[in-house]
C-alpha cells in the first residue's frame, strides 16, 4: 500500500520558518517529479512547488518564489519543503503529491495520484 506521509507542520508568527517533510512508503518515486500543494479554507488547492526526478530542477508559483525551497532525498524516497519568511496567507494545509507515472503538467493536481494526508501551517499576524 503506498502511503506519503507529511510532517513538520505547526504555527508560527509572522516572519517565521518551518520545513515540512513528506515520507513516501510502499513505492519508490525517484523516477518521476514531486510536488507539494496548498489548500486554505474556501479555496481551491493550489500548486505551490514541484521538483524534477534528480532534484536538479525546482519550480515554484509566484506565491513562493524567494521563500520557499523544495528539495528530495531519493534514497530516503522523501521530498522536502522549506518555508521561510512565512505570512498569514500562508496559512493552508499542505499535501505532498506523487504521481501515477511521468507528467506532464507538474502544476497540475489532476496529474498526480497519490496525496499525503495533510498538514496544517498556522502562520500568526
Known amino acids: 500500500q503506498v502511503q506519503l506521509v507529511e510532517s513538520g507542520g505547526g504555527l508560527v508568527q509572522t516572519g517565521g520558518s518551518l520545513r515540512l517533510s513528506c515520507a513516501a512508503s510502499?513505492?519508490?518515486?525517484?523516477?518521476?517529479?514531486r510536488a507539494w500543494f496548498r489548500q486554505a479554507p474556501g479555496k481551491e488547492r493550489e500548486y505551490i512547488a514541484a521538483?524534477?526526478?534528480?532534484?536538479?530542477?525546482?519550480a515554484y508559483a509566484d506565491s513562493a518564489k524567494g521563500r520557499f525551497t523544495i528539495s528530495r532525498d531519493n534514497a530516503k524516497n522523501t521530498v522536502y519543503l522549506q518555508m521561510d519568511s512565512l505570512k498569514p496567507e500562508d496559512t493552508a494545509v499542505y499535501y505532498c503529491?506523487?504521481?501515477?507515472?511521468?507528467?506532464?503538467?507538474?502544476?497540475?493536481?489532476?496529474?498526480?495520484?497519490?496525496w499525503g494526508q495533510g498538514t496544517q501551517v498556522t502562520v500568526s499576524s
Open positions: 503529491a506523487a504521481p501515477f507515472g511521468p507528467n506532464s503538467d507538474y502544476r497540475n493536481k489532476y496529474e498526480y495520484g497519490y
Open positions: 521538483i524534477s526526478r534528480s532534484g536538479d530542477s525546482t
Open positions: 510502499g513505492r519508490t518515486f525517484s523516477m518521476y517529479a
